[in-house]
């Protein structure tokens, strides 16, 4: 018997091994397709209490709480590199953006990085930083040879300014960009107000260097021209490049790509530089057939953000960091409460601040933007969650990640708030 027991207990760790092991792999390789296992429900002897229990390290089928490593961060740079240059030349990344990929909602947001914005950008070091544009920080990572070259150095400058995790990268270069849009056929753009460029030759590609307001058919040049000519301001420019970068993806839809991106991937990875294993490609390709393209959020810094001169005489954006924040914390946010927009407020009892503070911190974590939240000292009834006016969502996520009881709000009522939460001096907030 004890024999047996012993063999039953090696099969079953061997067995729990190798689905913790299957799960780590199967989130990298197939992000939002993974494969799950279905919690196991347990009993307290002798009473009708219980719950699902899943195998730590294994997903379970019914978990529901949508968590921050539900994203995909992948930092898109277009790079000011001529075609005649060689692709190690150092080049400004003039196009900066952060695609960001809600894997268990299905969602797209896009946030826009101003090549002007004036930060730190690491100079041949991690150690070793400089005040200069942001877009400057690809091209010292070619010059100054930090370690892992142009995207490592945009990367460590995007992290440590805005503070948001970046998994992947994508750069591509004028020849690529125009390989790309020439490839699905050219794309169609609806041009909002008339651009003009006479002091550059940037929009050469039109005639009298104008693009006139209404619909029109972009070849891969002059898409390029559209995307670059900022005569009216970068933050003009910024919005011309969503329009195109959502024409594009309107493109590749009506043209089926999706369902070929492995063989597209194949034919058109020369035209980009990524850290995009080829072996993620299917898991990807599923991923981006779950997404809600009528739904693409787009974002930029730039209304953060106010003129000024660099003492050697650069025109450049500095950053108004509050805001800055408040555009991060909407654009990292879960989705479903974002469409909630819901007011939340944490009641804590006398003593206990610090245990607040950290609950905000873990709901922030969580998707919940700061300034959905507000911190009332004094309570005025046991600890749980009270959905008040209908904001489901946000209220039952909220309990799930705090494990208090949801409570029937009756008739209280409180202007102006949505959601109430009511803690204790016993809450307990997992790692």
Do not use: C
């Not at 009708?48 to 968590?67: F, H, I, M, R, Y």
Request: proline share 7%; aromatic share 10%.
């Amino acid at each position: 018997m004890g024999a047996a027991g012993a063999i039953f207990f090696a099969a079953a760790l061997s067995v729990y091994l190798s689905l913790v092991s299957f799960a780590r792999v199967d989130r990298y390789i197939l992000p939002g397709n993974e494969a799950t296992v279905p919690g196991v429900p347990v009993f307290v002897p002798g009473t009708n209490l219980g719950a699902n229990v899943s195998l730590p390290g294994v997903p379970a089928a019914d978990e529901q709480t949508w968590k921050p490593s539900d994203r995909i961060n992948i930092l898109v740079m277009g790079l000011d590199r001529r075609p005649y240059e060689p692709p190690d030349a150092p080049a400004r990344s003039d196009t900066m953006f952060i695609a960001s990929v809600d894997t268990f909602h299905g969602r797209l947001q896009l946030l826009a990085i101003p090549r002007d914005f004036w930060t730190e950008v690491p100079y041949g070091s991690s150690d070793f930083w400089v005040e200069a544009k942001i877009n400057a920080a690809f091209s010292y990572g070619i010059s100054q040879r930090y370690p892992g070259g142009g995207p490592a150095a945009a990367i460590a400058t995007v992290q440590r300014t805005f503070g948001i995790r970046i998994d992947h990268y994508v750069v591509i270069d004028w020849v690529g960009f125009v390989r790309l849009i020439d490839a699905l056929g050219g794309i169609d753009v609806n041009v909002p107000e008339t651009i003009s460029d006479w002091g550059t030759d940037v929009l050469d590609v039109f005639p009298y260097r104008t693009v006139t307001a209404g619909p029109h058919h972009f070849d891969g040049q002059q898409a390029l021209a559209y995307s670059r000519t900022r005569s009216d301001g970068d933050l003009k420019r910024i919005e011309r490049q969503q329009l195109v970068i959502r024409a594009a993806i309107a493109k590749a839809l009506s043209l089926g790509w999706l369902t070929r991106i492995p063989e597209l991937w194949s034919a058109y990875r020369d035209a980009v530089q990524t850290d995009i294993d080829t072996g993620l490609i299917p898991g990807y390709a599923l991923l981006a057939q779950r997404l809600d393209y009528d739904r693409i959020e787009t974002y930029s810094l730039g209304p953060a953000t106010y003129g000024s001169i660099s003492d050697d005489g650069q025109l450049i954006l500095l950053p108004r960091w509050d805001q800055v924040y408040a555009i991060i914390d909407e654009f990292l946010a879960d989705p479903l409460t974002r469409d909630e927009r819901p007011v939340i407020v944490v009641e804590y009892p006398p003593g206990t601040e610090e245990l607040a503070t950290q609950l905000q911190k873990r709901l922030e974590e969580y998707g919940i933007p700061l300034q959905y939240i507000r911190l009332v000292n004094g309570s005025n009834g046991p600890p749980g969650v009270l959905d008040l006016t209908g904001k489901t969502y946000t209220a039952r996520k909220i309990a799930r990640i705090t494990s208090l009881r949801m409570l029937d709000p009756g008739d209280e009522h409180a202007d102006g708030v949505d959601v109430i939460v009511r803690i204790g001096d016993g809450l307990r907030l997992s790692p």
